[in-house]
């Protein structure tokens, strides 16, 4: 979760939340990581989920830390300028593009602590075209289509895996709130999912998180053998090139 989407006094999980940290995880190919950056960690959630499965070391880097000492094997950072080139195993940067001007430049820095060989799993909202007021709330300057992504790639010494969307039942929904908001039947609210306020053990979590999952499971699939996808975000698999 972004820090500027806690509640306080709120620990529940959004269904979205959970379902895009079991996705992102099946992503992650089986074997030893022994260091790991996840870039705009926000509260944590998802290192927290990655240590139950993994060892190693975890660096959660993002601005807004306050505080940096952390326990679970987790370190926290302020700047991705505190770790030395080409040391991590894998890098995330789920959802934070979006909100930087310089975007490409983060992406650079970023695979510059990856090891040659090592893995870049990148997230973002997908689809321009319905750039919102939520998106607005939330502080993203832009949502990306798959040839914005790919573009920022170009002189980043990487070979790109897989790019696909996903969440194809949360982009119908955000359509349809924006065709009403336009006759004035919908009104964006100023909540991101530190809003949400059942259990992850609640049916509904558990029946919107394991839909949400299998969106995922699908759309990867689907984009496997070349059909398109469509959904609300859009998930890019890197590996920086050997020397």
Known sequence: MDLREIRTGNAHRHPW?????????????KGQYDRIVDVGAGDLYFLERFRERY????????????ALEYGQGITLLKSLNQIP????????LMDVLEHEE????LLWEATQKIKPGGLMIITVPAYPAIFS?????L???RRYNRSRLRVLTMGIDVTLHECFSFFTLPLCIRILQIALSKVHLYRFKNEGVGSWHLSPSHWLTKLISSVLKTDFVVNRSLNRFGFPTFGLSLCMLLQKKSA
Do not use: C, K, W
């Open 17 to 29: 939340e959970i379902a895009r940290a079991s996705a992102i995880l099946s992503v992650i190919p």
């Open 55 to 66: 060892t190693g070391d975890v660096f959660a880097v993002d601005p807004g830390y306050m």
């Open 85 to 92: 080139s080409s040391t991590m195993d894998i890098g995330f």
């Open 102 to 105: 310089q975007d490409g430049n």
């Open 133 to 137: 007021p939520h998106d607005q709330f």
């Open 139 to 141: 502080g993203h300057i």
